[in-house]
């Protein structure tokens, strides 16, 4: 793999060596504002909000059986993060090539000169690996807090006091919320305020480059390994009818590592990414858009105290919340999870709404001479905060437990077994992409419209300015929204523990905990507490999803336009004539773009196909159920599920994002204007991006509560119909083995990769439509082309089950 890298990148050399035009530089007046030097001191103290509650956690009781697995599932984890870091770093290789012969060699000014010297390249390669160690670094956390989280939540069921096992998993969520996004923000402050203004824009760019590939590989290679993992240990319970996280089962080890490795390494990273991608956008937008360094400068400093305050409703939000679940549940034993999590993010979203039109007040009484711009900037990023609590009650609509959708599903299985299970699930996931397609258009329909009142006086194209306010409202919560996607895989370990801990068949355990612990353990009541916080875990999970995706779409449309205007500067073409239906490289791009969505959504099932085929056979081989057989976990049993699980992980992510940076750099190059077709070709790559977006966001949201109705179908039958082991549980089990990769594996990738695709798009047509390349540009690109084929033809015929 390593000289295969090596082989690969040598290619890039030879076209890496002409002068593009980047201009990108923050103004200087911004680094004599005090207002964002706050930002650290809010920042530092998030982060010990953060070890706060990571003390915290880690003080709560748990018996000592449930801390031992707690412990295994961590030391996996971290082996497996190892080894994404391993492999992390060889496609840096790739990223690292293009960087720096961009910024090296083809960043120049108008006389030729080269913008940066040796000194501020190494700066932005540097800000790259940064940007990369960002989300690896945040992905360890969030393993290192909910590894820590499952145990005690385990042991607190045991106690009638459900509160608890509310408090424990978004206490732990929060944790990594605040600290991910403090983190992300911190990093922004210091290139905006403490590097040079020349260097600071190109910082930027590398470093939302760098945490997109690392969010992209542990997504991809995540949701891959935690759905192998997990289809692997579900159908042991169908073929040997053996129950829920049964010890024996060689597969339950791998999908608690898997638990962490997709569903919190995966959105943790995603996060990281998502809010540093999309604030890049703005900023550069801001930078190409607006004219008047002091105009940019207001801006700039409203963006970045947007994300403070933020920062600071989100922490007040959850003290609110806490404060609300205490009077209302502290002395109930049954208790409703979902609606406490639903409260937190409505809260979030009014409190944030409201701070943001005090803050632009002061901050913007008068922007150009127009004293009205403050209340309609507000009210534009409003329209995405409200979307950020909007999307999860459509989303439950589909996927919770009390949905209709789910209920129909319960029924439709009863009398139709797996086939009836899985057609259901497909109506729902088919029926949520319209609706939320719906909510995405009037979300983004406000905000145009707002924009009409003014905006069009500070800057060009402002419904492009718009629509990436929109999305960074949806981030205003990003604390609460991953708080809330890291519930679910909380309460999923939570589960696993308990039943890997055997702590019910310790001896004298009641006595034992009675007089360690000062109560007295409730058994029956633990098992359903557990399982129904797992109910609402499985719904916010993919509440976070839509969320997410739909930032990636519309701070999508404003990359793309960065790169539209980069065009005209260039090549002197006008932005309404590049994207021209009556042009048929738009069309041709449009079709290119939505097949490789289709292609990805294929692939990564693929992967999970064959590394689940895997799994399942080395479980069914090796499964020990002698009855006289020690009820216990084969450790050596469950690491050679692990290792399947990695491998199949590694070699799936490894084509795939090979074939992903090979497709950028094919169509960009083919979208040369010296291509056949001359300057209308470069309408291919603009529309491609498009296309890349558009249909990833429907696509990605079918599947993903497609998913989620056929998880939490099967919940009901577990939890709330009590018909484990029956024929209609078996049907579920299916529809859900079905719906596992859908929505933690494809669905979720889309989202880096959307980003990805659309950030390192804009280097490559740069390169693609460079004066001295533009002629060479065409045959590279076949080049590039035909290798990105190669790697689509191993995602599958390298990954069948017969080889």
């Known amino acids: 793999m390593k000289k295969f890298s090596i082989f690969l990148c040598s290619l890039l050399v030879p076209f890496l060596v002409q002068a593009g035009e980047a201009d990108l530089q923050i103004p200087d007046a911004i680094h004599a504002d005090p207002t964002l030097y706050w930002g650290f001191l809010v920042t530092a103290l998030g982060l010990v909000f953060g070890l706060y509650h990571y003390m915290k956690i880690r003080k709560l009781p748990a018996h000592k059986s449930m801390l031992e697995i707690s412990e295994i599932i961590y030391q996996t984890c971290s082996t497996y993060l190892k080894q994404q870091g391993k492999l992390l770093a060889i496609l840096f290789v790739f990223i690292g090539t293009v960087v720096t012969f961009y910024f090296g060699f083809l960043a120049k000014d108008h006389e030729g000169k080269a913008l940066f010297g040796f000194g501020g390249v190494l700066l932005i390669i540097t800000w790259t690996i940064i940007g990369m160690m960002g989300s690896y670094i945040v992905a360890a956390f969030g393993i290192r807090m909910n590894t820590l989280a499952n145990a005690r939540m385990a042991f607190a069921s045991l106690k009638r006091q459900p509160l608890n096992l509310l408090k424990i998993p978004l206490n732990s969520g929060m944790s990594i919320g605040v600290v991910l996004i403090c983190v992300e923000l911190m990093m922004m402050l210091i290139i905006l305020l403490l590097m040079p203004g020349k260097l600071a824009g190109a910082c930027f760019i590398g470093f939302a480059i760098g945490e997109s590939l690392g969010a992209s590989v542990l997504r991809i290679a995540g949701g891959i390994f935690t759905k192998i993992a997990d289809i692997g240990s579900d159908l042991m319970k169908v073929v040997f009818k053996i129950g829920e996280d049964d010890p024996r089962n060689p597969g339950v080890i791998a999908d608690c590592t898997g638990d962490n490795a997709g569903d919190s390494v995966g959105p943790t990273a ?8 999309t604030g890049v956008a703005l900023i550069s ?34 003290w609110i919340n806490n404060f609300i679940s205490n009077a209302l549940y502290s002395k109930k034993e049954d208790i409703d999870f979902e609606r406490p999590l639903t409260n937190l993010v409505w809260i979030t979203s009014i409190l944030s709404i409201i701070v943001t039109f005090i803050v632009s007040w002061i901050l913007l009484p008068d922007l150009n001479g127009n004293t009205e711009m403050w209340w309609i900037l507000s009210a534009i990023i409003s329209c995405g905060t409200i979307g950020a609590a909007l999307i999860p009650e459509f989303t439950k609509i589909f996927t919770s437990p009390k949905s209709l959708h789910v209920k129909e599903i319960v029924r439709a299985g009863r009398e139709g077994g797996a086939s009836l299970v899985l057609l259901s699930g497909l109506v729902a996931g088919n029926f949520s992409a319209f ?14 419209f707002i924009s009409t009142f003014g905006l069009d006086e500070i800057m060009i194209y402002p419904s492009i300015f718009s629509f990436g306010l929109v999305a960074f409202g949806m981030l205003g919560m990003g604390p609460v929204t991953i708080a809330v996607d890291s519930y679910g895989p909380v309460t999923d370990n939570a589960q696993s523990i308990y039943e890997l801990s055997l702590i019910e068949e310790v001896p004298n355990i009641d006595a ?58 260039t090549l002197n073409i006008e932005p309404e004539k590049v994207l021209n239906l009556l042009n048929p490289y738009t069309i041709l791009g449009v079709i290119i773009g939505g097949g490789v969505i289709y292609w990805f959504t294929g692939a990564s099932l693929q992967a999970v196909t064959t590394g689940a085929y895997r799994a399942v056979k080395y479980i069914k081989d090796n499964i020990n ?17 692990v ?3 990695t491998q199949y992980a590694q070699k799936g992510m490894f084509n795939i994002f ?20 001359g300057v209308n070709a470069v309408s291919l790559f603009v529309s491609y991006l498009l296309a890349i977006a558009v249909f990833g966001l429907f696509q990605a949201v079918f599947m993903a509560n497609a998913g989620g109705a056929w998880d939490n179908a099967k919940k009901v039958v577990e939890v709330d119909l009590k018909e484990k082991g029956t024929p209609l549980h078996d049907a579920t089990v299916v529809g859900d083995t079905v719906g ?3 929505k933690d594996t494809s669905s979720v990738a889309l989202n880096p990769i959307i980003k990805f695709t659309t950030l390192f798009g804009l280097l490559a047509m740069e390169i693609s439509i460079s004066e001295s390349f533009r002629d060479m540009a065409p045959y590279f690109g076949l080049v590039f082309l035909a290798i990105a084929l190669v790697f689509v033809w191993r995602s599958f015929y390298k990954m069948r089950i017969d080889n």
Not at 514 to 527: I, R, S
Not at 626 to 635: E, I, M
Request: charged share 20%.
């Open 512 to 569: 034992e905990i009675e007089k360690d612990f000062g109560f007295k353990p409730d058994w029956e009541k633990a098992k359903y507490y557990l399982e129904k916080n797992d109910e609402a875990g499985n719904t916010f999970k993919a509440t976070a999803k839509p969320v997410l995706i739909g930032t990636a779409v519309a701070g999508a449309t404003t990359m793309i336009f960065s790169l539209i205007l980069m065009i005209k500067t």
């Open 740 to 742: 596992d990769p859908f």
């Open 270 to 277: 995603d996060g990281f990414e998502t809010y540093g991608v």
């Open 643 to 645: 290792k399947i699980c």
């Open 625 to 641: 159920l002698d009855p006289d057989a020690p009820k216990k976990a084969d450790l050596q049993m469950s690491k050679d599920v």
């Open 285 to 318: 937008f801001i930078l190409l858009a607006v004219s008047g360094a002091g105009i940019q400068t207001e801006l700039l400093i409203w963006i970045f105290a947007m994300r403070i305050m933020m920062v600071i409703t989100s922490v007040l939000s959850f």
């Open 658 to 677: 090979i074939a992903v940076f090979f497709f950028s750099l094919a169509f960009a190059f083919l979208s040369s204007p010296s291509s056949v077709g």
């Open 435 to 448: 609706w939320k397609g719906a909510v995405f258009f009037v979300l983004m329909f406000m905000a145009y």
